[in-house]
């Protein structure tokens, strides 16, 4: 192998802080890092804001792990809440499956020039017996010292409650929910709670309800209240997203009542008569997204200075509101943002871009803030990029249907091989962030097109519901669609096109090359390839899915059947290799296993490979190195280069 041959993905991983579940509480940053060699202990660590040469310190000096399981693809894993003061720092730990927590004070003398900021007030206590279940980590605490949080137990979720002066203590199960709940928030004085319920034939972003409660002295709940309203939820489905409480009697959220989750500012003032104060109804802007994981923040911060993410088109912008009334909007470079956290007029979050990876900012619009991010911000952008570009094609029905196209960064080819990428969700999407191994493969020559197939999210809900009881269908077909656009206009080479596709986008992956010609291979990690027993043996959160995805199993069986690539696998002919992990609870590894076979005797160059400490989606860099080692291996033999 030559060395231009060798692998050279610039890996997103280093030895750096990685600045996991970043917040801001009053002036200092909170994250989570892996400490030692292995993946299984962490830390939670702390410095001043905007002190970007100040040395972490940690806060959590035993061995933890700490990790959040809840629903199976968890979200945020601790919480830090500003009280009686203090700061009162929460967090769920896998190894004892239980909660803990710790009060730190800010030290008195001045913390420049020092390494640690905080002072332990009170020594981590173990708040909770072990569970056999999941914590989120969406907690509140009360002024009677009651800590408020949302468990899963046997297929079931709970309210509990937890006495913070007690320690390991059997929880306290305040209420049953009848299904799913989560995003748990409070008003300042926490005796009114809120959170989001869904039914299991759903999932929360295609349908859920918004829930008040109004708590007694001694921490029980005294009066539920659903909120309803003619304007938003008479008769039809609506999602509520990220309900956040800004002041004691006002909560903002969004929802997508109108096709688009737009702002909606809601006064709790009684909550027998919950009033709504201000709508912001914006076509072709997202205040919201899935929630897959829990805690994902788009707004931060309170009444008085209250900071929103919005999705515009392709853009991310940041806005400003004082008073539930906008202030300004200010434009920015990235392409997606996570780790939204607002403290008065202090901003933190983690910025993505086509050509950088997750960099941290801190901004204080005390000062004066250019409406554009990008004039004011530095950003260590990365050489030798192919830029997305994004590109509109007629899909499914002629449907107007969204893609990114990379161009090769070197021409090793008269025409460049197409990869196309189906994205997993199926409600997720390409964004246009920087991927290593889109990278990889234009500094390879390669041309490659990543497709928001009908069904992704971040086109409004219109554009989200085109998946609905035709998940093999609409999908395959957008990228089938695609390929053939750009072979019409003579930008790749029709007899070298692969398709790559991860969990989902593994099912898509297939069944465009069960139904079609366009296709000469296609690359699979942990794919979907059979809807009865993802049906029957998926995970808890996603059991309904199908239901909107494909329809009632008892109704539509012979869907079920027919768009599982399971049951045909005999007529694909072409090359493909798979990677499953062997610890996937998703989708269970045996299902590749069944089918690895028939697929090597069908053809010469397929390959199936798993990993025996993985699971659904790969963690272990050197696997992730190996997968791309072996793709190009794949690709070459395959297409004949």
């Known amino acids: 192998m030559s060395n231009d041959d060798k692998l050279k993905v610039r890996l997103t991983e280093s030895k750096k802080k990685a600045f996991k579940e970043l917040t ?12 030692g ?20 310190q940690k806060l959590t000096s ?24 203090n700061f009162y720092l929460i967090w769920i730990d896998q190894i004892t499956k239980a909660v803990w927590f710790q009060i730190f004070k800010e030290k008195a003398s001045n913390y420049r020039n020092q390494s ?23 907690f509140v605490i009360s002024e009677n010292f009651f800590l408020y949080g949302i468990c899963e137990i046997n297929n079931r979720d709970y309210l509990f409650s937890l006495n913070l002066k007690k320690t390991k203590q059997d929880i306290h199960l305040v209420k049953k929910f009848e299904n799913f709940a989560g995003e748990l928030s409070s008003n300042t004085s926490a005796n009114l709670l809120s959170w989001i319920e869904w039914d299991s034939t759903y999932m929360p972003w295609e349908r859920n309800d918004l829930f008040f409660a109004q708590i007694d002295l001694a921490g029980e709940i005294q009066k539920i209240k659903k909120f309803s309203n003619k304007l938003i ?30 702002l909606l500012f809601l006064d709790v003032s009684e909550i027998e008569n919950i009033l709504i104060k201000k709508r912001v109804e914006r076509n072709l802007t997202e205040y919201g997204a899935p929630q897959w994981v829990s805690g994902i923040t788009f ?53 993505y871009g086509s050509d950088f990876l997750g960099m941290v900012f801190e901004i204080d619009f005390a000062e004066k803030v250019l409406s554009n991010f990008s004039e004011q911000i530095f950003i260590d952008h990365i050489k030798d990029c192919s830029k997305p570009e994004p590109f509109w094609f007629k899909g499914f029905e002629d449907q107007s249907t969204h893609s990114f196209l990379y161009r090769p960064l070197v021409e090793n080819f008269k025409k460049p091989p197409l990869i196309v990428r189906a994205h997993s969700g199926p409600t997720s999407c390409f964004d246009g962030s920087y991927n290593s191994e889109v990278q990889y493969w234009t500094s390879k020559g390669f041309f490659v097109s990543e497709v928001n197939y009908g069904g992704s999210s971040g086109f409004g809900k219109v554009y989200r519901e085109r998946l609905n009881n035709k998940w093999g269908i609409v999908d395959s077909y957008d990228c089938k669609a695609l390929a053939l656009e750009l072979i019409k206009s003579n930008l790749v080479d029709s007899e070298k096109v692969v398709i790559f596709g991860n969990s989902a986008g593994g099912l898509t992956a297939l069944n465009c090359l069960l139904y079609g010609s366009i296709f000469t291979t296609a690359i699979c990690k942990y794919p979907v390839i059979d809807l009865k027993d993802m049906h029957y043996n998926t995970h808890r959160f996603e059991k309904g899915y199908l239901n909107s995805l494909v329809g009632n199993y008892a109704k539509n069986h012979n869907d079920y059947k027919n768009r599982s690539p399971i049951n045909f696998i ?10 499953h992990g062997k610890k996937d609870k998703v989708i269970s590894y045996e299902q590749t ?5 028939i697929l090597i005797l069908n053809n010469k160059y397929s390959e199936v490979i798993f990993f025996e400490n993985e699971g659904h989606g790969f963690k272990n860099i050197e696997n992730k190195k190996a997968v791309m080692h072996k793709s190009q291996e794949f690709l070459k033999n395959a297409l004949s280069i």
């Open 24 to 35: 801001i509480i009053r002036d200092t940053i909170f994250w989570i890092d892996v400490v």
């Open 37 to 56: 060699e292995g993946q299984n202990e962490n830390a939670i660590f702390a410095r001043p804001f905007n002190e970007k040469e100040a040395f972490p």
């Open 62 to 85: 035993k061995k933890y792990n700490i990790k959040n399981n809840f629903h199976g693809y968890g979200g945020k894993s601790y919480k830090c809440i500003n009280f009686k003061n």
């Open 116 to 138: 640690k900021y905080l002072d332990s007030v009170q020594e981590p206590i173990q708040l909770s017996k072990s569970i056999d279940g999941n914590f989120d980590s969406s």
């Open 233 to 262: 939820n008479p008769k039809k489905n609506v999602s509520f997203f990220q309900p956040y409480w800004i002041s004691e009697t006002f909560l903002v959220c969004s929802e997508d009542s109108s096709g688009w989750w737009n």
């Open 299 to 351: 707004f931060s911060g309170t009444k008085k200075n209250l900071f929103c993410l919005a999705k515009k088109e392709n853009n991310l912008i940041v806005e400003q509101y004082k008073d539930l009334q906008f202030v300004k909007e200010f434009s920015t470079p990235f392409t997606s943002i996570s780790d939204f956290s607002v403290f008065r007029k202090k901003v933190l979050l983690k910025g």
């Open 570 to 579: 005999n007529k694909i002919k072409k090359p493909i290799l798979l990677f």
């Open 593 to 597: 296993l069944k089918i690895q076979e």
